[in-house]
């Protein structure tokens, strides 16, 4: 049983458009982190959340993304206009009190 | 700038063939290390943390252990259930990023 839900599992979707991948989390947490894994790659740092704000982002993360909490439970990633290179796996991951991930099971994203 | 090196790339045992997959990391204050465990088209499932050199963690066929440059995840007589890839990914006590690893694919033949 993951500890974050992830919709969609999967998308396709045009070059251009915008697309929001959504993370719910089973319990009240407040630390969240966005990775992508490209087919084959490794995975990737985007970007950590810890109460409501950016924590820390990485160079993949430009101002074509973005990240919120809407209605405090929810936690969103918003790609604005995507591109080709964009195509790829997408988790989030709850971060516990020690350190560790939990992840979930992922949202495929393909742009056409 | 902050990496973390695993090798080998890709492992082919036997069953019952023991081996170590190894984890090196840029050394500058370390936070923690992890080590997950990926199927494929799933999320990476968390494994151990390590903390501090000579620290240990131990699940099953896996040990992972830790020294103040590398960390290793030994297999004990693996089964096929084992095979998966298996990730390293490294805390930096600076920043709050974790950063993986590439990997190593694991591969056991029955």
């Known amino acids: 049983e993951p500890e974050v839900t992830q919709t969609p599992s999967h998308q396709v979707t045009q070059m251009g458009q915008e697309v929001i991948l959504r993370c719910v989390p089973i319990?009240?947490?407040?630390?969240f982190y966005w990775y992508r894994q490209i087919l084959g790659q490794k995975v990737e740092f985007l970007v950590s959340?810890?109460?409501?704000?950016?924590?820390?982002k990485s160079e993949i993360f430009d101002d074509q993304f973005s990240v919120e909490r809407p209605d405090g439970s929810n936690f969103t990633l918003k790609i604005r206009s995507t591109k080709l290179e964009d195509s790829a796996m997408y988790f989030c991951?709850?971060?516990?009190?020690?350190?560790?991930?939990?992840f979930g099971e992922g949202s495929r994203l393909t742009v056409l | 700038e902050d990496q973390v090196t695993q090798s080998p790339e890709a492992l082919r045992l036997q069953e019952g063939e023991s081996s170590s997959l190894n984890c090196s990391y840029t050394?500058?204050?370390?936070?923690?290390l992890f080590w997950y465990r990926q199927d494929p088209g799933k999320g990476p499932e968390f494994l151990f943390t390590?903390?501090?050199a000579g620290e240990e963690k131990e699940k099953e066929r896996l040990k992972a252990t830790l020294t103040k440059k590398e960390s290793f995840l030994h297999i004990t007589a693996p089964k096929p259930e084992d095979s998966a890839t298996y990730l390293c990914?490294?805390?930096?006590?600076?920043?709050?990023?974790?950063?993986f690893g590439s990997g190593t694919r694991l591969s056991i033949r029955p």
């Open positions: 991951a709850r971060r516990a009190l020690t350190g560790e991930l939990f």
């Open positions: 319990s009240n947490h407040l630390y």
């Open positions: 959340f810890y109460n409501n704000e950016i924590s820390e």
């Open positions: 050394v500058s204050g370390l936070r923690g």
């Open positions: 390590l903390y501090s």
């Open positions: 990914a490294v805390q930096w006590s600076s920043a709050s990023k974790i950063i």
